[in-house]
């Protein structure tokens, strides 16, 4: 499109006006949305549908916005982690066990029988879509943090749920994603449920300890945001090194 003697054409493809763009788009939602009462979260969601490509097609999907997207969710899984209390969520935590296996059972079996019974799909395929019915993020949780309810019982027994019903789907991905790689015989999935136990542990027990002897050693706010973000990365790309979504090494 020729406009004013400008050449221009979307969806735009330069990296200057993309950045540019999605900077606006972050200072200036939370803004107007403040004056409608409409959570952040919403407001970014919503903006990007617009500028997306079934939306007024400004913006093209590509892999700098698949990996923003990934960023975001590991940044959120690891928010949500760090507000936990975790008192609380030792004595709740049979109720988020429960939470976490009801969110997952029940989803899981009815989205299996309608796929099979109406969709027609195959036994592999009904189990990976319900699988999908059955995961969910904390896309909310930012909501939660800001009316300074995080450290509720409820949110509590809510975030832990989330982690069971999430291992669980992950663990489902896990196994499927072996049954097209030909991975599945023998011990795969034996050997895929040692690996993420070992390394849950690993991360649990060594990352905090890390953690202390950087602390102590350097005082720096920025070095020390950066080395709490590699650590998050860190324990996501590990995740995915053995078979799982980072989402989870995040959380942990």
Partial sequence: MDWIGLDLTF???DPTWIFLLVLLIILFAPILLNKLRIPHIIGMILAGLAV???GFNILARDSSFELFGKVGLY??????????????????????LVLGLLAFVIPIGIGFVANISYLKYSVVTSVLLASMYASHT?????IVTRFGISRHRSVSI?????????????LVLAV????????????????LVVKVI?????IIYFFPR????????YNDHVMQFIFVLAMVFLGAGLMEFVGMEGILGAFL
């Fill in 75 to 96: 940044y959120i899984m690891f928010l949500a982690g760090l507000e936990m209390n975790m008192g609380d969520f030792k004595e709740t935590r049979n109720k988020a």
């Fill in 210 to 217: 890390i953690g202390r002897w950087f602390f102590h050693r």
């Fill in 11 to 13: 969806p735009i493809t």
């Fill in 158 to 170: 809510a975030v832990g749920g989330t982690a069971v019903t999430d291992t669980l789907t992950l």
């Fill in 176 to 191: 499927i994603g072996g049954l097209f790689k030909g991975e599945t015989g023998g011990f795969f999935w034996l050997w």
């Fill in 52 to 54: 997306g490509e079934h």
């Fill in 198 to 202: 070992f390394l849950g542990g690993f």
């Fill in 138 to 142: 904390l896309v909310a949780y930012p």
